[in-house]
């Protein structure tokens, strides 16, 4: 059968049209393969710059804008341009939130904006010694967040500030426990003073309440105590005994005699000799000249001490002297004489030694 000219014209628009349409469907197949790469490109694929330990420390700051946050992290992407048009779409801008983030370089955009949206934050360490002495509990705290010590120092000198919470110039010291805190980089210094009162609260509960009323101390004035019985000896077995010392003299209305605090006002706490003439100093923590206790601590103690305080020999001794052997443990006596033998041991030692001041 011949065709008509006019149907052999249909057939082959019919064939032309299915073989456009297949031309067609094949472009659009790739460019949906395309825009699928370029898509997975912004938004899954890798974009942070690899490094050894396999992440980046970002710290961002409190009060920082987004642009703020993009300068932080520009040197540590791949693809600036992808990493912004994805978070201007995943409104980052107004979810900037301050801390130290952690980010694997594993991260695409995708999970990058979600981690830094959500404020997971990785808290920082901050640890507080036994023995630090007052002028370095302030820095010490400061060293490893976003606030300076001067902040600190701000509030720990206004004394509004510290009527509020309870310390003066003197005692502020007792605030702060000896323990390791983790905090957020970026807290400010009254975030973290707060945390600190709250610490306070925690370490001072109803059971070391109850044993300070015991001994007829309040909190601070153990605290200031101990700092006098942590800085007397290495030997924490010793701790409760010499602690039981001190507080038979307070309830005999003995002055103290204690050196440490005579280290303290003459600065020179490493020396292994105090002189006659520093036992004159005028001053409320010349323990030698004055009944009681000092105004404030000597040194920040550590919870063992507070707790040798609190938990203090029931001893008869009312002296104690470092023993002439050298061994940094202490010869307690219960009489002057006794005491006076032991001191004498002791001196000649230092003198055989050549240990003057």
Excluded at 99 to 119: A, M, V, W
Excluded at 296 to 323: H, Q, R
């Amino acid at each position: 059968m011949i065709l008509s000219s006019y149907t052999q014209d249909c057939i082959f628009a019919s064939y032309l049209m299915k073989k456009v349409l297949r031309v067609l469907f094949a472009l659009i197949l790739l460019a949906a393969v395309v825009v699928g790469i370029i898509g997975y490109s912004y938004i899954y694929k890798d974009n942070l710059i690899n490094t050894e330990d396999g992440k980046h420390s970002i710290y961002v700051k409190k009060g920082w804008s987004y642009d703020s946050l993009t300068t932080e992290l520009f040197p540590y992407l791949i693809d600036f341009k992808s990493f912004d048009l994805l978070a201007r779409k995943m409104n980052l801008p107004n979810k900037v939130i301050p801390g130290l983030y952690e980010l694997p370089d594993s991260f695409g955009n995708r999970k990058l904006i979600q981690y830094l949206r959500s404020g997971q934050t990785t808290d920082v360490k901050v640890v507080l010694n036994g023995s630090l002495k007052r002028s370095q509990i302030l820095p010490k705290i400061s060293e490893n967040l976003a606030i300076d010590s001067t902040d600190l120092e701000t509030l720990m000198t206004n004394k509004s500030f510290l009527d509020s919470i309870g310390y003066n110039q003197e005692n502020w010291p007792c605030l702060f426990v000896a323990n390791t805190y983790f905090f957020n980089w970026a807290s400010d210094a009254e975030t973290v003073i707060n945390r600190f009162i709250n610490e306070h609260k925690r370490f001072w509960n109803e059971a070391r309440r109850n044993k300070a009323a015991r001994i007829d101390l309040t909190p601070n004035e153990v605290i200031i105590l101990a700092s006098i019985v942590d800085a007397e000896t290495m030997k924490s077995d010793e701790l409760p005994k010499i602690a039981g010392v001190y507080l038979n003299r307070l309830q005999q209305d003995w002055p103290l005699g204690a050196d440490p605090t005579i280290r303290y006002l003459i600065g020179e706490e490493g020396r292994q000799r105090v002189l006659y003439a520093d036992l004159e100093i005028e001053s409320p923590y010349n323990t030698y000249k004055n009944l009681g206790l000092p105004p404030g601590p000597v040194l920040l103690p550590s919870a063992k001490a507070i707790d040798a305080v609190l938990n203090a020999s029931n001893t008869e001794y009312m002296y104690f002297c470092a023993k002439a052997d050298f061994s940094g443990y202490h010869a307690f006596a219960k009489t002057n004489a006794q005491h006076e033998r032991n001191r004498r041991a002791y001196t000649q030692e230092l003198n055989r030694r050549g240990i003057m001041r």
